[in-house]
């Protein structure tokens, strides 16, 4: 009998996981994060509650691409994970700086596979299958059991025009369709956008209209990991007499692995490092950097607020977010929008001009997945629930006057879906959930109640109440530090030093970040926590609240 267990990624979108069991043996298909709201204070990361692995560990971990949303918990997983660890080179190449991150001696583990290539776990023989998305090194899973073929799609959308060439391997899933495939896993993000989704190249036209017009410094925020977005970038500023400087951490290492890897092709003297930037004519740089959701640490919100050491926005410069706002981070990207209007930039996003496209296969590519594979059982993955329901509407649509129908599973995170020869069904719970990482913690903490209750528990909580001018944002009166459950020795003489600490960080900080309740929140607790750290070797919950007066 196979079982599988969607572990993340079902009713909603990131944390992508699913393993499949065969008698002993279980494997895992990618191992995705998500990323917080902003109310989860504190929390920098989230992944799937792994107690089903910690039960049955994994022969093997089997990656399809290099998106966070399918890699991101890798370091996490690793350690339940008895095998190798299967994916493309530059898939690979962006795991392997997470595991050293982690001091995860793991590189001997890393097994570099090539689309049409198979390999053997136990029961389980896994095919790898070339898709297009909006990252090269992409492949969808043929994985061949004792009871029949399961294709699971992985990120994709049908790219007929790919940056590098490589094309979608639409043979490959029609010759599996013809010899019978027992179940399909499909991607289901953008179940809800008619039509096709566009190539890579359709944004070239809307970039080369803004490196025509923009008489300044240029700066587009994208992915750190839109690998084709920085090749046509990279292309153009070589046609435009344009340096190119990678600004952010993200966006430096992951530029330097796509070079590596032959993925990335920069003509020889367009590139220079960002420190190099003040050194040439705006009219003559091209910045490539991260931060287009607004993230407060991120390169571009540090420009906006000319915070940053080397980059620094103006009249007549151009600030590009080639990015789709990700659900819940619109506010933000607003702010961060407002920022680089007060230094007087021109602001082009996706609604202005056609500056993104979208990696995820619209409605008639997942029409044309399901008609190539014609599953005997359909799964919609990856998506909210409303997402995966369309997506369910939509198979019965393309396979109304087919007979048998396929039969339509609408799974949902720790669903237990059996498959054996008197049919599918889904037969139970498995443990689920999710884990709230904090990077300063040494340790994982289950859930959001767990989590913050073992932070309380231990560490106690401290709310810095700081009140500022909402028009000069100047500080008034005297910062106040409250504690809960904090109790030290000279404590008193500790939150009188905490105390100047807040007044010290408010007026060394812009105006602009002052007024910005998101920013100096953020600030506030790094620094104060920072301090606890150091003088009381404790971690209270920091909970900034700012009086706007």
Excluded at 12 to 20: P, R, S, Y
Excluded at 35 to 42: H, I, K, T, W
Excluded at 54 to 66: N, Q
């Amino acid at each position: 009998m196979l079982e599988v267990v969607p572990l993340g990624g079902l009713g909603e979108f990131g944390m992508n996981m699913l393993a499949l069991s065969w008698g002993e043996t279980t494997i895992v298909v990618d191992a995705g994060v998500m990323f917080p709201d902003p109310e989860l204070l504190g929390v920098d990361r989230i992944i799937p509650d792994l107690s089903y692995l910690e039960k049955s560990r994994a022969a093997a971990l089997v990656l399809t691409h290099g998106h966070e949303d399918h890699i991101g918990a890798v370091p996490h997983v690793v350690p339940l994970v008895d095998g190798p660890i299967y994916g493309t080179p530059l898939t690979l190449a962006l795991v392997e700086p997470k595991l050293q991150e982690h001091g995860l001696d793991s590189a001997h583990r890393l097994v570099s596979v090539q689309p049409r290539q198979r390999v053997t776990v136990g029961a389980f023989e896994i095919e790898f299958i070339r898709v297009t998305h909006s990252m090269p090194d992409c492949v969808a899973l043929a994985i061949h059991t004792p009871i029949g073929v399961v294709v699971h799609t992985g990120d994709f959308k049908i790219d007929q025009t790919p940056i590098d060439g490589e094309h979608f391997d639409v043979h490959r899933f029609a010759e599996l369709g013809t010899a019978g495939v027992l179940a399909l896993f499909a991607d289901s993000t953008n179940i809800d956008r008619r039509g096709f989704t566009g190539s890579e190249r359709d944004v070239i036209e809307a970039f080369e209209e803004i490196f025509t017009s923009s008489t300044g410094k240029l700066v587009v925020a994208a992915f750190a990991s839109s690998i084709y977005r920085m090749q046509i970038l990279v292309d153009l500023a070589s046609q435009f007499d344009r340096k190119v400087a990678f600004v952010g951490r993200g966006m430096i290492q992951n530029s330097e692995i796509a070079q590596r890897l032959g993925h990335l092709r920069i003509p020889a003297g367009v590139q220079i490092r960002d420190s190099d930037v003040g050194n040439y004519p705006a009219q003559d740089v091209l910045c490539l950097v991260t931060g287009s959701q607004g993230e407060p640490a991120a390169a571009l919100s540090r420009i906006a607020i000319d915070d940053h050491r080397h980059v620094k926005v103006g009249d007549d410069d151009t600030v590009v977010l080639s990015a789709r706002a990700i659900p819940g981070n619109e506010k933000p990207i607003g702010r961060v929008i407002n920022h680089l209007a007060h230094r007087g930039a021109d602001v082009i996003h996706e609604g202005i001009k056609h500056v993104h496209v979208s990696g995820h296969g619209s409605e008639e590519e997942l029409k044309l997945m399901l008609s190539l594979v014609r599953p005997r059982y359909f799964v919609p993955v990856h998506g909210e629930y409303r997402q995966l329901s369309q997506h369910a509407r939509v198979a019965r649509k393309v396979f109304a006057g087919r007979d048998p129908r396929p039969e339509i599973l609408l799974a949902e995170n720790g669903d237990v879906l059996t498959f054996d020869t008197t049919g599918a069904r889904i037969a139970g719970k498995a443990p689920f959930g999710r884990v709230l990482i904090d990077d300063t913690l040494t340790g994982e903490v289950g859930d959001e109640v767990l989590r913050d209750r073992r932070h309380l528990a231990e560490d106690g909580l401290v709310v810095p109440v700081v009140a500022i001018s909402k028009q000069t944002g100047a500080l008034e009166g005297v910062p106040d530090i409250i504690t809960r459950g904090f109790v030290m020795e000279n404590s008193e003489a500790l939150l009188a030093d905490g105390t100047r600490l807040l007044s010290d960080v408010v007026e060394h900080t812009s105006v602009e970040e002052r007024t910005d309740q998101g920013l100096i929140k953020e600030k506030l607790r790094v620094e104060l926590r920072r301090f606890f750290r150091k003088r009381s070797g404790r971690r209270p919950f920091v909970l900034p609240v700012i009086m706007e007066i």
